[in-house]
C-alpha cells in the first residue's frame, strides 16, 4: 500500500503517528508538507527539522513530484490544508481517500445555517457524501458538525492527535513524582481567553484559604501573562507558582512527569487539547473541561480521570478539592490514565488501526475499531451537555 498524508506542516503532534507509519511502510509513505510553519508556533517551539525526516516533501518545493504522489497513492489522507484544490482533484478521482478534521462550527452551530457557508461546505463534503471517502474526527464534538449538515453518513470515526509516548513502570511513575507533602499541579498552554489561565490563580487563592499544600507549575505565555503573574503576587501567592514562560515539548513533558494533577482548563474553542494525551502519559490525574474535543474520547469520569460540565470554574475547584481531600484513594486515576495512553491513544496503535482500516476501504469494506482509534464516532452535541456516568464509567453526553 502506497500511503500519503497532506497537511499545513509536520509538528510533534503529528510525528509520532507519521513515524510508526514510516515504519510499517517505508518510502510507501509520505507526508506531504503544504506551507511553512506560521513564526508563532516556532516561538512556541513547534519548530521541527523537516530535514531530519525521510518521509517529508513540501508542495511549495516539488510541486509536480507532490501532486503526482497525491493522484497516484493508493490512499491520501488529508488534514488541515489550504488547498481545497488539491483534495477536491483526489475526490472526484474516486480513489481511496480520508479526511481528518476538528469542528466545522466551533464557534456555534448557528453558523451551519448560512446560505453562503452551507455552499461552500457542499463542495467541501457534502458533495462527496456517497464516496470511497471517510472522516476522521479529531475531537469528539466533530462528528456533531457534520452530522448537522449531513456529510458523511455512517462514515465519521474516532480520532485525534498521538503525541509522544513515554513508557514507564508503575514504580516508576510513582518515583517520579515530587514527594515534599504538596500535592504538584501543572497547567500548560498559552495564555489566552479561551484558556482561562485565569481559573488557576483563583484556584490558588481558594486552596491557600482552605489550607492545602500545593505547587502550580504554569507552562506557557500569551496577553494574559503579566496580569496573572501580578495577581499571584498581589495576593501572596508568588511562591506557590512556577512560570516558566513558552517552553519546548520536551520540557513541559519533563515538568508533568514530577506533578501529580493536570488541570485543563480551556473552553469549547478548544479542538482537541494535545496536553491532555500529554498529561494522561505522564501519570498526571486528569482535571478537564468537557468541552474539550479530547475529553470525551480519552476521559472515562472517575476512572481515569475528571471532568466537570460546560467550563464550570465552581465545578472545576469542587473536584479539585476532591482530589486534595481523599488523595491516596483517587491518585490511581494517574496510573490509569498513563495505562489509556500506553495501551489505546498511542501513535503505535492508531497507525495500526489506520492501516487496517484503509486496507479494509479500498476493498469497499468500512470495518470500524471495537475502541479507541477507528472506532465509530458517535453524534455528541456540543452545548449545553451534562456528564454522567455510564456502567462502564465511560461519560455519557445528554
Known amino acids: 500500500m502506497t500511503f500519503t498524508f497532506v497537511s499545513n506542516y509536520i509538528n510533534h503532534h503529528q510525528i509520532p503517528l507519521c513515524e510508526s507509519l514510516y515504519r510499517r511502510l517505508g518510502d510507501a509513505f509520505t507526508f506531504i508538507q503544504t506551507m511553512p510553519m506560521e513564526e508563532e508556533r516556532v516561538t512556541m517551539g513547534w519548530s521541527v527539522d523537516i530535514e531530519t525526516l525521510p518521509y517529508v516533501e513540501c508542495l511549495y518545493r516539488k510541486e509536480y513530484d507532490c501532486l503526482k504522489k497525491i493522484a497516484e497513492s493508493d490512499v491520501v489522507l488529508f488534514g488541515w490544508t489550504e488547498r481545497e484544490d488539491l483534495v477536491r482533484a483526489r475526490l472526484d478521482s474516486g480513489r481511496t481517500t480520508l479526511r481528518v478534521s476538528e469542528r466545522l462550527y466551533r464557534e456555534g452551530q448557528w453558523k451551519a445555517v448560512s446560505p453562503r457557508g452551507l455552499l461552500a461546505k457542499y463542495h467541501e463534503h457534502i458533495k462527496y457524501r456517497r464516496q470511497n471517502v471517510c472522516m476522521l474526527c479529531a475531537g469528539a464534538y466533530a462528528a456533531s458538525d457534520f452530522h448537522l449538515i449531513g456529510a458523511y453518513p455512517d462514515k465519521m470515526f474516532c480520532w485525534g492527535y498521538f503525541t509522544e509516548l513515554r513508557t514507564y513502570t508503575e514504580e516508576q511513575l510513582e518515583a517520579m513524582k515530587i514527594q515534599d507533602g504538596l500535592l504538584h499541579i501543572v497547567w500548560a498552554g498559552r495564555f489566552i481567553p479561551l484558556k482561562h489561565p485565569e481559573y488557576v490563580v483563583r484556584l490558588a487563592e481558594s486552596l491557600k484559604k482552605k489550607g492545602y499544600g500545593y505547587h502550580i507549575h504554569m507552562l506557557g505565555d500569551g496577553e494574559l501573562a503579566p496580569l496573572l503573574r501580578q495577581q499571584a503576587a498581589d495576593l501572596g501567592l508568588s511562591e506557590a507558582f512556577t512560570f516558566y514562560g513558552y517552553a519546548a515539548p520536551e520540557k513541559v513533558r519533563d515538568v508533568m512527569e514530577k506533578c501529580h494533577i493536570h488541570l485543563f482548563t480551556s473552553n469549547y474553542l478548544e479542538g482537541w487539547g494535545a496536553v491532555v494525551n500529554e498529561g494522561m502519559n505522564s501519570g498526571c490525574v486528569e482535571v478537564v473541561n468537557v468541552q ?30 476532591e482530589l486534595f481531600l481523599h488523595w491516596e484513594e483517587k491518585k490511581q486515576m494517574g496510573q490509569a490514565a498513563y495505562e489509556t495512553i500506553r495501551d489505546m491513544w498511542n501513535g503505535e496503535h492508531a497507525a495500526e488501526e489506520l492501516l487496517r482500516f484503509a486496507g479494509e476501504l479500498q476493498k469497499g469494506r468500512i470495518v470500524p475499531a471495537q475502541e479507541g482509534p477507528l472506532s465509530k464516532a458517535p453524534v455528541i452535541r456540543p452545548h449545553g451537555h451534562k456528564h454522567s456516568l455510564c456502567a462502564k464509567g465511560s461519560v455519557e453526553m445528554r
Open 292 to 321: 474539550v474535543g479530547a475529553a470525551p474520547y480519552l476521559i472515562r469520569h472517575g476512572e481515569n480521570g475528571l471532568l466537570y460540565s460546560n467550563d464550570s470554574y465552581d465545578q472545576m475547584e469542587k473536584l479539585m478539592e
